[in-house]
């Protein structure tokens, strides 16, 4: 289950940053760059489970945290940004 869940949300993230470079007003991108902020931060949260319930040495989740916690502030300073 936690599999699924990291592969859909993790999947997820692309997808929907994909759907926000075509947006057609800059509310219609705020809107859809929230929405990969909450996918990311959905992506960080999977990771964190792995670690606590100890199914992984955390060394090597730590490369795909780090950056998905960079993807985050991307995403956030983008959506705190963009002036409507």
Excluded: C
């Amino acid at each position: 289950m936690v599999r699924n869940q990291l592969t859909k949300a993790g999947t997820s993230v692309g997808a929907n940053y994909r759907e926000t470079n075509r947006s057609r007003s800059k509310p219609d991108f705020k809107n859809k760059i929230s929405n990969v902020e909450t996918e990311t931060s959905e992506t960080i949260f999977w990771p964190e489970i792995i670690e606590e319930m100890e199914w992984i040495d955390y060394q090597k989740l730590q490369p795909i945290h780090n950056e998905a916690y960079e993807l985050l502030a991307i995403f956030t300073s983008i959506g705190k940004n963009i002036k409507i």
